[in-house]
């Protein structure tokens, strides 16, 4: 089946940074892109950026531009999340979730939106 | 960019019929027909309801229905089920993706 598999909990001290890994399994990683969303407690959801597994293209969300970078391994089906100088605020659970968007000739939009989610990983940023 | 604006809450008795808004402007909302809605349920991931502002994944129930009038975006939940109560956010495709603030769902 479908799936995205997300690594585990991570707790990191202010300044430092993580990773966080989705390995896909159950379709062809390449056809689609995945997205990157956070969760901070108690608080709604924050889209982090997205990038194309088949061209390694990305679109950070401008908050998180320098902080953030988005990367696939093709050869394992897995993405990976890093962000650094990390900050009390940057605690939440990090979604990794397959999005599809195609362009297609003439300018029209087809987006299927996030329709494969992992499980979710928390990241605690405490000194 | 700024979220898209939801209403905190909507409540609804079993059997009745409820509409979440989603409001962005014409840079996002307005400008595609891409939104997306998703069911959040305490402690789980979300899963897709909607995408395409109104197509209806398989296996999702013809109960959610979703459409668009201008920058404002909507879910409809009919026939509310004890199962219904979660979060939903909207997200809008504008270049980027845009979440809404979420709305939470109480069945009376």
């Known amino acids: 089946q479908v799936q995205l598999v997300q690594s585990g909990a991570e707790v990191k001290k202010p300044g430092a940074s993580v990773k966080v890994s989705c390995k896909a399994s159950?379709?062809?990683?390449?056809?689609?892109?995945i997205s990157w969303v956070r969760q901070a407690p108690g608080q709604g959801l924050e889209w982090m950026g997205w990038?194309?597994?088949?061209?390694?293209?990305?679109n950070y969300a401008q908050k998180l531009q320098g902080r953030v970078t988005m990367t696939t391994d093709t050869s394992t089906s897995t993405a990976y999340m890093e962000l650094r100088s990390l900050r009390s605020d940057d605690t939440a659970v990090y979604y990794c979730?397959?999005?599809?968007?195609?362009?297609?000739?003439?300018?029209?939009?087809?987006?299927?939106?996030?329709?494969?989610w992992g499980q979710g990983t928390t990241v605690t940023v405490s000194s | 960019q700024s979220a898209l604006t939801q209403p905190a809450s909507v409540s609804g008795s079993p059997g009745q019929s409820i509409t979440i808004s989603c409001t962005g402007t014409?840079?996002?909302?307005?400008?595609?027909?891409?939104v997306s809605w998703y069911q959040q349920h305490p402690g789980k991931a979300p899963k897709l309801m909607i995408y395409?502002?109104?197509k209806r994944p398989s296996g999702v129930s013809n109960r959610f229905s979703g459409s668009k009038s201008g920058n404002t975006a909507s879910l409809t939940i009919s026939g509310l089920q004890a199962e219904d109560e979660a979060d939903y956010y909207c997200?809008?495709?504008?270049?980027?993706?845009?979440f809404g603030t979420g709305t939470k769902v109480t069945v009376l």
């Open positions: 979730a397959r999005d599809l968007i195609i362009i297609a000739a003439a300018g029209t939009y087809y987006y299927y939106g996030m329709d494969v």
């Open positions: 159950g379709y062809t990683f390449t056809s689609y892109g």
């Open positions: 990038i194309s597994a088949y061209n390694g293209n990305t």
């Open positions: 014409s840079s996002d909302v307005g400008s595609y027909n891409l």
């Open positions: 395409e502002g109104s």
């Open positions: 997200c809008s495709y504008a270049g980027t993706r845009v």
